[in-house]
């Protein structure tokens, strides 16, 4: 392997000049091999965990909708009751203030 090679040359009794450039070169070649797109295989499982992580998203962003159009009308029509409960309040005042007065 080529970095046996170089690290028994860029022991310290060596030139120190040799040897910053083969640290430089050994850096480099690491910086390289980490800086490697992956392979296609995890591109394809990051790109499935994305799509079902936005999917759920979506399914609760439904779901929410749809609880929110009903919680909605449930109001509306708790709106109507509290109203004609209202008006059923006054006419009672009414007359016990008749049968009273």
């Known amino acids: 392997m080529v970095f046996q090679s170089v690290r028994e040359i860029a022991k310290p009794s060596g030139n120190t000049f040799f040897r910053q450039k083969v640290r430089r070169y050994v850096y480099w070649v690491k910086f390289l ?7 296609k295989p995890k591109l394809e499982q990051t790109a499935v965990r994305i799509g079902t992580a936005i ?3 979506e399914r609760v962003a439904r779901a929410l909708g749809e609880s929110a159009r009903e919680t909605r009308k449930e109001l509306t029509e708790l709106k109507k009751t509290v109203r004609g409960l209202a008006r059923e309040l006054e006419e009672t005042k009414k007359r016990l203030q008749r049968a009273l007065g």
């Open 33 to 39: 091999r980490e800086a490697k797109m992956p392979n």
């Open 55 to 57: 999917g759920r998203a």
